[in-house]
């Protein structure tokens, strides 16, 4: 579990694939790949959902509980899994069947949950083949959408909470879902021991097998039910946030990040109450539940560069080239202030940043709490992942996040400004070309209403085209007026007919996309 307010890697590379995703869909770009066909069985995968659609910021909020039945096969990827599987995380052993059997096999799984899904957790803990989720009966816990793969949130979106899925195929096997009823509104605290092996996340690499750790693991399981927590943590847990007693923070449980699995186990504990070995990409992580009461809240504005501790020095995301980037802002800043807030938007993090202790990034946070309000940190404090430069400000001043939701809106569309903003000048100046072509021939203009839309989508295409990458302020505003004109030229009637079928046409172009 991260212990950050900051957008861990995880979330941005989910973000950023998402944009990817998006644009990919749009202009037709050769990226991104599916699972190959699992032969000649009649397992029809579910029909892209409207999901797709949705703007990143639904998307963020949109969460789903559920939980999974795993049947491997000997082409099992999870090179080609990575929701499940991160980087050099291994633990599994797949079965040596083939994919049309597996098929088969998850087919009859699903049949049995269909007709019991009440049974569904004893079903995952007979017959699930991932060794993750297993024992806590195929649990995957909560993850907001963006953490879901598409082709699994394409089932959960026709499910009920309680109802089960049809086989549904990642490069990790055959998933069979189902979707569990969203948790009590409420929030969790807890500190971790972590032990780490070789694969698992951590600044410096594991040499410990899986087994040697599950073997230590159980041992300070139990030395934890009798020993203090804090002096275990010191002398056992592998994690860089042993520098704070392993405090994960004040969770809510409807807002699980990537935790959903954690937040799991630490609800079903008493306060004070210790969890045996939880597996996850961190390690075996062992729990105390503790009291949430009690923390101060703090907030920030805040420069961070996000650096890889194994990059080349000569890489721009090494450690060495981020310090050189935060000296660069900072003699910048001596003469123009502003350049703190421009390298905010430019890098991260935009927005302010607010949480309870305990959910800061390491060491920054006390260096926060003992920062002067409305003061910037004397010097940037590595944080063990980033470089980072903060100003304390008023918690009350940061916006409140959005309400969480427990299900996509029935009526979305693009988000165009995104979409515009994100995507390469060429690209954008093909697709504006091929998707007006067709509207062009539904709307039935009289002859010079058309000639003068050709002339107005084709100027703005050119003018996409000549933009740099990272112009995308330009290319928004080149839109907004070439639509003013647009409407000025077709009129109200004529313009809202061309607006809902560009919508329409984008709408299906997304959905029907095969790479997202």
Not at 104 to 131: K, M, Q
Not at 175 to 199: C, M, S
Not at 493 to 509: F, I, N
């Amino acid at each position: 579990m991260r212990n950050s307010a900051l957008p861990s890697p995880t979330a941005r590379w989910h973000r950023t694939g998402l944009l990817i995703a998006v644009i990919c869909a749009l202009i037709h770009s050769a990226c991104g790949r599916q699972p190959p066909s699992s032969g000649g069985e009649a397992l029809a995968p579910y029909p892209h959902g409207r999901w797709r659609i949705a703007s990143s910021e639904e998307r963020e909020r949109v969460t789903f509980w559920y939980s999974h039945i795993l049947v491997t096969h000997a082409d099992s990827d999870p090179e080609n899994a990575s929701h499940f599987r991160h980087h050099d995380w291994r633990p599994d052993t797949f079965s040596k069947r083939t994919r049309v059997e597996a098929a088969n096999l998850a087919a009859a799984i699903a049949e049995r949950a269909r007709r019991a899904p009440e049974n569904f957790g004893n079903l995952a803990r007979e017959l699930s083949e991932d060794v993750i989720t297993r024992s806590a009966g195929g649990s995957l816990g909560g993850a907001p959408s963006t953490r879901i793969p598409a082709l699994l949130l394409d089932a959960l979106t026709t499910l009920e909470p309680g109802q089960t899925s049809r086989p549904v195929q990642t490069g990790l096997g055959f998933h069979v879902l189902r979707r569990e009823p969203a948790p009590p509104d409420e929030q969790v605290a807890g500190k971790h021991i972590v032990v780490r092996y070789a694969g698992t996340l951590g600044v410096e690499s594991s040499a410990r097998s899986r087994q040697d750790a599950k073997t230590l693991a159980d041992k300070v399981a139990a030395l934890a039910k009798h020993q203090d927590f804090a002096a275990l943590v010191e002398q056992y847990s592998e994690h860089a946030d042993k520098v704070r007693g392993g405090d994960l923070g004040v969770w809510a449980r409807l807002r699980p990040d990537d935790n959903g699995r954690l937040l799991e186990a630490l609800a079903s504990l008493p306060i004070g109450g210790i969890s045996g070995p939880i597996e996850t990409g961190w390690g075996y992580e062992i729990l105390m539940r503790t009291d949430p009461a009690g923390r101060q809240r703090l907030a920030m504005e805040s420069l961070a560069l996000y650096y890889d501790a194994h990059a080349e020095p000569d890489s721009p995301v090494s450690h060495q080239s981020r310090l050189a980037l935060m000296q660069s802002v900072q003699v910048d800043m001596a003469l123009r202030p502003q350049a703190f807030d421009e390298a905010r938007a430019k890098y991260c993090c935009k927005d302010p940043e607010s949480f309870l202790q305990g959910r800061g990034p390491l060491v920054a946070e006390d260096v926060l709490a003992r920062t002067p309000m409305g003061s910037m940190f004397e010097e940037p404090i590595d944080s063990g992942d980033a470089i980072i430069l903060a100003r304390r400000v008023e918690p009350s001043t940061v916006p409140a996040p959005a309400s969480v939701l427990l299900a996509f809106p029935s009526r979305m569309g693009p988000d165009f400004e995104m979409i515009i903003r994100a995507s390469p000048g060429g690209g954008l100046a093909q697709e504006s070309r091929k998707v007006n072509a067709g509207v062009r021939k539904q709307l039935a203009l009289k002859p010079e209403q058309d000639a003068q839309l050709a002339t107005i989508v084709e100027k703005l295409a050119v003018d996409y085209a000549a933009t740099e990458p990272d112009q995308g302020d330009l290319r928004v505003e080149l839109t907004v007026r070439a639509q003013k004109e647009l409407e000025q030229t077709l009129g109200a009637e004529s313009y809202g007919r061309y607006r809902a079928l560009v919508d329409a046409w984008s709408s299906q172009a997304i959905i029907d996309s095969p790479r997202l």
